[in-house]
């Protein structure tokens, strides 16, 4: 059975084959230009969740509006999904370095993370 986050990468796939972009035949000059248009995106589609949280102390019209906010996070998830795999990550993959990541980051909170460390590299 093909749990969530594994549909959401197939369902990613598709709807990028659809516009054109397929991550699995690109060269090296393709993923770099599609990792910089990604990222691109998901900091446009960032601003975009900013603007939805009341941040200008100057403007009383603005309010929290919580429902933009919520599509504005799955933005950022449609592009980082297909960042991910442009570089070949699957959910699979995405599950088994954020599980390692994350170990990392627990590890850096217990020693009081109290200078720059070198413990990314064995992440894979």
């Given at each position: 059975m093909e749990d969530q986050l594994q549909a959401m990468f197939k369902m990613q796939k598709e709807l990028n084959k659809r516009i054109g972009v397929d991550t699995d035949s690109m060269n090296m000059?393709?993923?770099?230009?599609?990792i910089l248009?990604?990222?691109?995106?998901?900091?446009?589609?960032?601003?975009?969740?900013?603007?939805?949280?009341?941040?200008k102390w100057w403007a009383k019209y603005q309010k929290f509006d919580e429902q933009n906010i919520k599509v504005e996070i799955i933005d950022i998830f449609h592009f980082l999904i297909s960042a991910a795999q442009v570089v070949g990550l699957d959910?699979?993959?995405?599950?088994?370095?954020?599980m390692q990541k994350n170990?990392?980051?627990?590890?850096?909170?217990?020693?009081g993370y109290s200078e720059k460390a070198d413990d990314n590299k064995h992440i894979q």
């Open positions: 000059e393709e993923k770099q230009k599609w248009n990604y990222c691109r995106a998901m900091s446009q589609e960032i601003s975009e969740l900013i603007d939805s949280v009341p941040w959910a699979d993959d995405v599950h088994r370095i954020y170990k990392v980051n627990f590890e850096r909170q217990e020693s």
